[in-house]
């Protein structure tokens, strides 16, 4: 996952500056805040991000890309770094 590419809120993003919040962490571990996450194929990335604007779906947004491997990462400032298992469980 690229972090430049996540699209974090205006208001979220201002309140981190205000109040010194990790957006990024709050984002991957805080819960509470959910948007839909799903794969699609690199060949029928264009025609579903302009279906989704065609019928004034949702903004769909590239984040990163699924590589052959086990694990999670992201990218930010051209640095990498793993994906802690932890954050809010639904079922506790």
Not at 58 to 84: H, L, M, N, P, Q
Request: hydrophobic letters at 35%.
């Amino acid at each position: 996952m690229r972090v430049e590419n996540v699209p974090f809120s205006k208001s979220a993003l201002e309140l981190g500056d205000k109040f010194g919040i990790d957006i990024l962490e709050q984002g991957l571990y805080g819960g509470g805040d959910y948007e839909l996450l799903f794969t699609a194929s690199e060949e029928r990335w264009d025609e579903l991000k302009d279906e989704f604007s065609r019928r004034d779906l949702v903004k769909v947004t590239k984040i990163g890309r699924v590589v052959e491997g086990s694990g999670a990462s992201c990218v930010k400032d051209g640095k990498e770094f793993g994906i802690r298992r932890e954050g809010y469980e639904h079922f506790r």
